[in-house]
């Protein structure tokens, strides 16, 4: 697998990937017992729409939407959405083990994260920028409009962002290999070696078969 960052994005965002192979399962009873309902409890104990308004991560995230021409009001980083949700005591969307974690991820780290299937798109994949009047079937949604927004795309066209993931790649149970990617923006702040240890504790017959930080 090839991913690369166009240049014309200047240095403003980094991906922290994992490319891993795996079984997959509808529920992870542990996932959620250990990691995703402390930090659940954490978050509507603590924090706040104002905390979340605060945080360097969603500012720094935000700030680049803005540079590229995206209201990030309008298209809400997941991370943000995800963060929000929670705050507001409305829990969290059970989907599968890989899903499961990946929203641990982005709540851990208040960076968007998304997660692919390795079988659905091409090898060659490049962060880059929706261009006018794009949009793809979103996971969820009729339609996201793509616009100026930071998108993934292989020789097909755009599948990932930062904002909604499209159909195409989406993570079902019959996934068997995919690819995990963290969003970071001005500054590399996920810990790749816990990201290592997690999938693997949690993931039936996990293997890593890349990671890396571009």
């Known amino acids: 697998m090839k991913l690369t960052i166009d240049s014309k994005i200047n240095g403003q965002v980094s991906l922290a990937y994992s490319v891993i192979e795996f079984t997959n399962e509808a529920y992870n009873e542990k996932i959620w017992q250990d990691k ?8 509507e104990t603590q924090d706040t729409l104002e905390t979340i308004k605060e945080n360097p991560q969603i500012i720094a995230t935000k700030k680049v939407y803005r540079t590229l ?3 990030p009001a309008r298209f809400r980083p997941s991370s943000d959405s995800l963060w929000r949700r929670v705050v507001q005591q409305k829990g969290l969307y059970q989907i599968n083990a890989l899903v499961d974690l990946n929203n641990y991820f982005s709540l851990k780290w208040k960076l968007p994260f998304g997660v692919y299937d390795l079988a659905k798109i091409a090898d060659s994949i490049q962060l880059t920028i929706g261009q006018a009047d794009e949009y793809y079937a979103g996971i969820g949604n009729k339609s ?3 616009e100026n927004l930071l998108v993934l795309t292989d020789d ?3 599948f990932g962002s930062p904002t909604a993931d499209s159909t195409r790649g ?3 149970e019959k996934t ?3 690819l995990l990617v963290g969003f970071q923006f001005e500054k590399e702040t996920i810990e790749q070696p816990e990201v290592k240890t997690i999938l693997e504790t949690y993931l039936t017959n996990c293997r890593i078969i890349e990671q890396g930080i571009i």
């Open 69 to 71: 021409g995206k209201d």
């Open 144 to 146: 996201v409009n793509i």
């Open 176 to 178: 068997t290999r995919a």
């Open 36 to 43: 995703l309902n402390p930090l659940l409890k954490k978050i």
């Open 170 to 172: 989406m993570i079902t």
């Open 156 to 158: 097909t066209g755009a």
